[in-house]
């Protein structure tokens, strides 16, 4: 699955989501017929805006608080990675089911995901789409055809 190109004609729509707490992309392109949109969970902070051409949002601070997913509790902690080796802050889950469903979800828009327990230990690791840990994860990959 692609989730970025590479062409100068790519236009960006970035907002940011603050139920998610991040980032939230539109990518297109006339060049290569691209269209991708999704949530970047390596850009979390709201100050450091994506790209230059990104206008700053503007909260109506009169609204109701959202609960952002990264400041739920949870022993289980999921880091997101970019191209770069940059991450933003984790999202937290207690569920094998929601870190699972999360993986599903984002393991082609990042390019490496960890899954860290409370004691720093990577439990789950997803690099460029594929499950490399644990062993019985790795039947979620999709089967390469020869």
Known sequence: MKTNCFCKTKEEDWTYDRELGCWYVIRTCDTCSYYWEGPDHTKTNLSVLP??????????YNDPPVESLRERKGKYRIYCYDHLGNYGKPVRCDEFNDIFEFCELNKFSHSRINVVTTSDEICIQVKTGLYEFPPEWKMFNPQVTK
């Open 51 to 60: 790209t230059k051409d990104t206008p700053r949002p503007v909260y109506n």
